[in-house]
């Protein structure tokens, strides 16, 4: 978010070469994000990413950030 501090809170969980997280980020709107001038305002949304590990390496992933909740509240 424009060169904010995160702060994540994770949800972690594997099985076999499958990772799943849960995650919610929080932080302060502090620069610009995808055009939008920095607001100063608190902001938490959450986010479900999904790995597929080959080879030691991530193979593919999946994310679903809820960006709704974010651009609504930096809106």
Do not use: N
């Not at 902001?43 to 479900?48: D, E, F, L, P, T």
């Not at 950030?65 to 930096?74: E, F, G, N």
Request: proline content about 1%; charged content about 25%; aromatic content about 10%.
């Amino acid at each position: 978010m424009g060169g904010s501090v995160l702060r994540l809170t994770l949800r972690l969980h594997c099985k076999r070469f499958r990772v799943a997280i849960r995650m919610t980020r929080r932080g302060t709107h502090r620069g610009e994000f995808q055009g939008i001038p920095a607001t100063g305002r608190v902001v938490a949304y959450q986010s479900h990413e999904f790995y597929r590990i080959a080879g030691g390496l991530v193979a593919e992933e999946w994310i679903r950030s809820d960006m709704a909740t974010l651009y609504q509240q930096i809106g």
